[in-house]
């Protein structure tokens, strides 16, 4: 790892020898090594002149910390759930599947939009490549001028693109359990009715299993009136053991363009906890930094765009159930 990529990672994750402040100035002296210094009188136009001329180092060294702090985060996320890895550009992942009786099918993503489902063959899961981008607005001006630390800059960077990740995958997986294509799997069932149809529903799955919803959805689940399942309801908002059933969170997310949440609330999707990972996410290359050249911003402000190849499968059991939960 480089100096500017380990430097980025211990500031964001609060492990670094500097402080926020000291260590922003060491990366913004990386930048002002190779880049003009900036005007001594600025303004809006002489201000976006010395980007024209400079950004290129600029953008370089911030596309290198948000991939150093992008690939630490995604490494950790989603737990037990995805499969992630990133690979060289034009190289081809390899997903694998361990039981390939248990999961024999998956839904690749050929875009953020369209799914397709695979045969799972020689235990291999495909998948292909293509283009997800998210716009973020940042103050880089603070920045340069050392106003603002780096690590408020990554942060925005970086959550949106975990936004936009966690949406595309949860998506996916709900798309790849539809109970409107598998009407078998799926069983309506209200608050009071719910522990018992758990409890069936787990046995018919077989084996060890987990429970997978919302937030929202799995703070329906009721809990046995143990210390740890109320404790667990005051930290979390749902119990985190159902009967000695696991139970996991999807991110929620609220989607402007449609006024809707991403996914249903009232649905738990009960899946065989067999050591596979039910989501294969990959990044192909890196993450790309451009910068909008046909922004509108004022006041010092920049649109950026956070560009990457994206591969993902999400794979589907042969045995799995499906609550939606009534009022």
Known sequence: MSKLRELACDLYFNRSQYSEGEGSDVIRGMIFEQAEPLPKKLSEASYKRWLDRNG?????????????VYDE????????LVDYDTFGLGQKK??????????????????????????????????????MGVGVTVEMFDFLTGKKNITKLVDKMVKSMDRKDCSLIVSTIFTAYDPSNNPQFCEQTNAAGLHDKLLEKIARVGGDCQILGTKTALAKIPNAGAEIDKEDKRNFGYVK????????????????KTAKMDVPDDMLIILPAEGEKLVKYAVEGEVELYDDTESTETD?????????????AVVVASRYAMLKIQG
């Open 300 to 312: 010092y402000m920049i649109n950026l765009e956070l560009n990457k190849r994206v591969h993902l």
């Open 241 to 256: 053991i159902f009967e000695g059933t696991p139970c996991y969170e999807l991110p929620q997310y609220w989607d402007k």
């Open 56 to 68: 290129y180092v600029v953008f370089e060294i911030l596309q290198e910390v948000v991939n150093a």
């Open 73 to 80: 985060l995604k490494s950790d996320a989603f737990g037990s």
């Open 94 to 131: 390899e997903f694998i599947v361990e039981n390939d009786e248990l999961f024999d099918v998956a839904l690749m993503a050929d875009d953020v939009r369209v799914r397709r489902f695979q045969t799972v063959y020689d235990k291999k899961v495909d998948t292909k490549a293509f283009r």
